[in-house]
């Protein structure tokens, strides 16, 4: 097998000369769980950082950095507020269009002037008025048409208009003019007359009054931005006649008046709507003793074809009776010959606003279309991750049967160095100490004595006593070495410098190993092509939800998904808690790398990349401590995020390189962007559209959906827990970990993408240990 030449060891350029004044502390990179306490400096601009080139900021840069870090916005609460924002928009424009789930129905008229009620259709309470009513003057028709515009029907009812000469008056509803603004234009610039008919086709009496005035403006301005004109014509869905007004209503349509609006109802109602049959509608829209009418038809709300059939029936046969056709405003009988004014165009500043408002609600449907799409992406992609990782994992354990039938090889029994690296540990490092060294492997020497395990405990600058609390167990095969604090990746490379045994075991200091792990996790270097080995990360602080949460992200992740990378050859990272590696490959690809914040993920690709396979072994298994509040959580999360993207974007080369870094970079890098990055990304989509689906579109459909996805997910997550051996009981909370902790997650990773793209530098923290790991947790 072909290897490249060692990459020699670069001096670190982050652990500067110590100074008088004890500055130098402040400048030194330092290392938290699982890299560094808070404060230390990192390389943003974004390019230099996602190349992984090394970055040293000035203290101006520095205080610069942190002003900005602590003045920023959080990216995440501006997208969810856009997002919020924009989804409002578009359920305003589209909540209950053509329908109503409440119609009144009519009652008492006692408060209702006789006048109106025994009047016309037309009734004017502007200016006060309270007994203003008009009809059409005799053999005079308005055809008036409902619930448009409708991008199939109202062309075809436009055309049958044209082709009679003559003109109609439309009544439409704002949020369809935003959906059909070139309907509407046509209907303006034809000759036509445009009313408003609410913005959401809802029953205007059971809204309150704040709500009917926005959608009286609503429409409006969808008027005003689609045909430059204004309009004072107002019909309210599911109106009648005039003698249907009670008291409900009346009110109504006074507080209409009072804004200027004169309210129009009808004389006939050729129940179109019904879709009786083209001679029926004829019949009921025919007025009676050559009376002047206002007929209402619709031009949207379902299939029109009745009514265009009708209307070309209906228009020569009231010609030939002797009937005018013309539209609204211009066929009211005021008596003395004249006609009303409704329309006027739009100043400047009304013009503005209603072209903001109607393109404003057309690129929030825009954004909502394109989001569902995404979302049927989204959707469709976790679902094939789902089923590829199953049959990954159902590959990866025939594989394992078959190599247990023909394995030959005897067992490993390489000498082993441990290297634990460590910096403020004393909560945790002596049980860490302790459970390696009671490790049941020995190795063996060329001349075959046994060689136990040796420990090198590095302690990175340590300020709470880690290092002499392992020096005072006095253990043997136990070294301890002190060194200024340079970072994790730096006492990795020194701990493994100070051995020379032909295997390195990586720990980190507050994991406890199981007496069997460090056997188990050298057995698969009998085959000389594997470079490193991924063990087991088990929860150790399982009791708080939180810890369940994790305890079930942990077993899924490691159980199914690393048996899948291994089958793809992609194994993104090989855990910083417990990772063993061949010191042939480690000197190959150069140590541990600080160019990134995820020195173990960047050395996992390294060693993909340089042909060495990485293998999982599911039963060398260290427990871990795990963050134990959601502050902790997320910061641990920004860091992992942060530096696997800067890994990738460090390997992206491997992409355009041949042999076993080309199959890496073509195949493992694009795995894991989409699925580590973009799907995540996208995911939170799922949520969004659940509370929209539940508020605004189908809610028992939404569910069902959301059920459907939440159970794909938890079959996953059983059959994890049945091949690493764990109990089923703490899934009870996989449901509660959908809702809240996986929303945590998207937050880390969109604040991590920000980060990288906008160049902000990352605020470090050292995460607080309790030592509370028990390799038998509850």
Known sequence: MPRSAPRPQQPDEHAPAARADGAAAADRTQFSEPNGPGGSPKPPPAASRLLGRRWTPSPHQRQRGER????????????????????????????????????????????????????????????????????????????????????????????????????????????????????????????????????THSDMSTVPAWERRLQYSATQMTVVGATGDTTSLLRFPYSSTADAIDDTYWPIIKEGGALNYVTVVADTDGED??????????????????????????DAGGNRAQTVAALDIYIPAMKKLGYTFTTLSRGIDFGDGSTATVHRAATGSELWRGRAVLYGIWLAHQFVLWCAYLLIVVGGLTIARLLLMLVLTGRHLAKRRRERKRNTRPPVTLPV??????????????????????????????????????VVVVDDGSTDGTSDLVASLGLDHVRVIRVANGGKARALNIGTAAGDRPLVIMVDGDTLFEPGSVAALVQPFADPTVGAVAGNVKVGNRGSLLGRWQHIEYVTGFAVDRRAYEI???????????????????????????????????????????????????????????????????????????????????????????????????????????????????????????????????????????VGMLAAQLIIAAIAFRLDREPLRPLWAFPLQQIVYRQLMYVVLIQSVATALTGARLRWQKLRRTGEVSTAPR
């Not at 053999?139 to 409708?150: E, R, S």
């Not at 709507?273 to 619709?298: C, D, E, F, S, Y």
């Not at 999360?637 to 696997?644: N, Q, V």
Request: glycine share 10%.
């Open 68 to 199: 900005k870090a602590r003045g920023r916005v959080p990216v995440v609460v501006v997208l969810l507020v856009f997002l919020c924002a924009v989804l409002f928009l578009n359920a305003v424009a589209t909540a209950s269009v053509g329908a109503s789930s409440t119609v009144h129905e009519a009652g008492p008229a006692d408060e209702v002037p006789d006048q109106i009620i025994d009047g016309g259709p037309v009734i004017d309470t502007t200016q006060g008025r309270t007994t203003s009513s008009f009809r059409m003057r005799a053999k005079t028709i308005a055809l008036t048409f409902d619930d448009g515009p409708d991008p199939t029907w109202t062309p075809k009812i436009l055309d049958v208009l044209k082709k009679h000469d003559i003109h109609g008056t439309f009544f439409m509803v704002g949020a369809r003019i935003t959906e059909s603004p070139e309907m509407a234009r046509r209907v303006h610039a034809e000759g036509n007359e445009i009313g408003i008919h609410t913005f």
């Open 568 to 706: 793809m050859r992609c194994m993104p990272t090989v855990p910083g808690a417990i990772g063993a590696f061949r010191r042939e490959a480690l000197d190959e690809v150069g140590g541990v790398s600080d160019d990134t914040l995820a020195e173990d993920t960047d050395l996992t690709m390294a060693l993909s990349r340089a042909d060495w396979r990485v293998v999982y072994q599911d039963t060398a298994r260290a427990w871990t401590e795990t963050p134990a509040t959601i502050g902790q959580l997320a910061t641990q999360r920004y860091r992992w995020t942060y530096g696997t993207m800067q890994a990738m974007w460090k390997h992206r080369g491997a992409f355009f390189d041949r042999g076993a870094s080309g199959r890496f970079g073509r195949v493992g890098l694009p795995f894991l962007a989409l699925f580590g990055v973009v799907l995540p990304l996208l995911a939170p989509l799922i949520d969004v559209f659940l509370i929209y689906g539940l508020l605004y579109y189908d809610a028992a459909l939404t569910v069902a959906g959301w």
């Open 417 to 454: 160095t441990v290297v634990v690296p460590a910096y403020n540990e004393s909560a945790g490092i002596v049980a860490a100490v302790r459970s390696l060294v009671a490790s049941d492997y020995v190795g063996r020497a060329s001349d075959g004595s046994p060689v136990p395990v040796e």
């Open 273 to 298: 709507w019904a879709r009786p049959g083209v001679r029926q509608i004829v019949k009921n829209a025919t007025p009676k003793n050559g009376a002047g009418a206002v007929v209402l038809m619709h």
